[in-house]
């Protein structure tokens, strides 16, 4: 198949691209390399690889892009709540309009995974599934809400809204809570933790890139639905992560009753059923990818490179 991934060169995009050209298809990756990343250079060696450096609010370049394709996977964004804060016009342009831009550009026949997130739900008391009315508080959840209406609005399309990302990637994110509590134990030795109780949930970056490759197989007996895409093992407090870091290295840790608030407010437990039903379930486990963090990090000298702000 012939696949378009916007976004491509991403935290998430540069570990499904080489997944998707080692199955055999033709991957086409629209993106404006934001963070100057160089993630994409292993793989112009395949003649099956295409690259446009371009963005996804420039209408000729999406649908110079779009055009051909089988399948679009749209990952590019401005990720996360402080990103979107910081440049609230460039959120709304890149997240609603770039998707908009998308999907008005693809045909009926050509299917599309939009990246969603945990973070369209806003404050949730129980456990939150997919049937609930998102809330969106943060302008990132806001902005990825709309556009996924939109998405799942034209049809033959498919939503996964992800927990927290964690693990390693050539487009490494140190801001994901996972990478950055281990970061900070390695680095400064020392961990604060505000708002202990409160309950997070996560999957593995490979785990997502395994979610892809599940979807684009059964994208018949998937279509048209919203799925959580992460699982229940995963459901964790930040004292949960912060302890099991705690029992593999050696550092101190302050937990401190109120700290800046959460501008997504998450602290609740995702049912993830409605994915496992279909028949997808994830394979890394929070002790392999906190091992995975630990052997990989210790590499790793510099923090701000890796920002997303
Ligand atoms: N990582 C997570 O925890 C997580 C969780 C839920 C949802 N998501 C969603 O998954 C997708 C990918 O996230 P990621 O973690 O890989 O983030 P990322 O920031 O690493 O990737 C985003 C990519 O989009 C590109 N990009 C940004 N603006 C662009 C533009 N205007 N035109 C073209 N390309 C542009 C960037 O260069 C980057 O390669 C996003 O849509 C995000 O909202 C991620």
Redesign the pocket.
Known sequence: MKILI????????SLLVPQLLNKGHQVRV??????R?TSMLPYFINPDFEFIK????DVETVKKAVSGTDVII??????GAPACKKNSQLAED?NYQ?TVNINEARTNSQKMFY?????VYGKVENICTEDLQPKPLSIYGDT?LRAEKEVMKKGNSIAYR????FGLSP?L?LD?LPNDFVFNALKNHYLVVYDKHFKRTFVH?KDIVSAYLFGIENFEKMKNEVYNVGSEKMNKTKEDIANIIKQKINFEILFVDKGIPDPDQRDYEVSYKKIRDKGFETSIDFDMGIDELIRGLQTVDVANPFS?L
């Not at 916007?6 to 995009?13: F, H, L, R």
């Not at 990246?115 to 973070?119: C, F, I, L, P, V």
């Open positions: 916007t976004g491509g060169a991403g935290y998430i995009g629209l993106d404006s390399l934001l963070f990343q371009g963005d996804v609010r749209h990952l590019a964004a401005i990720v890149v770039g990246a969603s997130t945990g973070s990825k992800f927990a927290t990302a487009r994110r994901l970056v997303n």
